[in-house]
């Protein structure tokens, strides 16, 4: 059965999916389309307008932690524990994760200092809620991937990009996350996961956006 994802250059909720299906070994082509004038067919096939979506052939699933759930179910390594308690508190985080991602999001195209500042707070504070269960080894494990693992991997990379503009971005991380963080950036699963040029698009994206983090670095100027 052909594999197939609906990607955009820059969505980490399609990153997720990338991560997985390398992860997994499992061959799949990319199509990418652009959001801000996305082809007709699109339409049909995503109920919300976004992506990733995955085309199983003539089937269509979309929202990526679903997707991530089916490609778990069908191929193996299983990346989610199969204890049910277990699996669902993974499945909390990971939507966690989400709102996480559209505050780093925010965080990104804040066009002010103080907005910057806001989001940073938010952030922060919501980062720190990853210790505990961190602590207490629930995630994070640098012995065994999860799939809180794969779902967290596109927002520290998103982060490490701002770290460059902006290097107060690295004050959200505790000791417990940094750790996480960098060895899922090793993983060359997720470093095969974007395209080389994929920092370049997102600082061109973003300072399109009026994002103060690019405007204001040292590194991108
Ligand atoms: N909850 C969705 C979020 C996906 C999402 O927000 N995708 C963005 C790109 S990163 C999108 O397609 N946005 C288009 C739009 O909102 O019009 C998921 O997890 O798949």
């Known amino acids: 059965m052909s594999i197939k994802l609906v990607s955009f250059h820059l ?7 990338v991560i997985a299906l390398q992860e997994k070994g499992v061959s799949h082509e990319i199509d990418y389309i ?16 976004k992506v990733p979506l995955l085309l199983i052939g003539d089937d269509v699933l979309f929202e990526s932690s679903v997707i991530l759930d089916y490609l778990d179910e069908i191929y193996q390594p299983r990346l989610h524990p199969s204890d049910p308690l277990l699996r669902a508190q993974h499945k909390a985080w990971i939507a966690f994760g989400s709102d996480l991602l559209m505050q780093q999001h925010a965080l990104a195209v804040a066009e002010d200092e103080a907005t910057f500042r806001d989001k940073l707070d938010l952030l922060d504070k919501n980062l720190r ?3 505990l269960p961190i602590g207490q080894g629930l995630f994070g494990k640098s012995e065994s991937l999860s799939m ?6 596109p927002l520290f990379l998103r982060l490490s990009i701002l770290m460059a503009y902006r290097p107060e971005v690295a004050s959200v991380y505790s000791a417990q996350v940094k750790g996480w963080a960098e060895s899922l950036l090793a993983r060359s699963s997720s470093q095969a996961s974007v395209l080389p040029d994929f920092e370049a698009r997102f600082e061109s994206f973003f300072r399109e956006k009026g994002s103060w983090a690019v405007a204001s670095s040292a590194v991108s100027n």
């Open 11 to 17: 969505c980490p909720f399609v990153q997720r999916a």
């Open 34 to 49: 652009d959001l801000a004038d996305p082809p007709t067919w699109f339409a049909q096939c995503s109920p919300l307008g």
């Open 129 to 131: 809620r990853l210790d």
């Open 148 to 153: 809180v693992d794969v779902a967290f991997a």
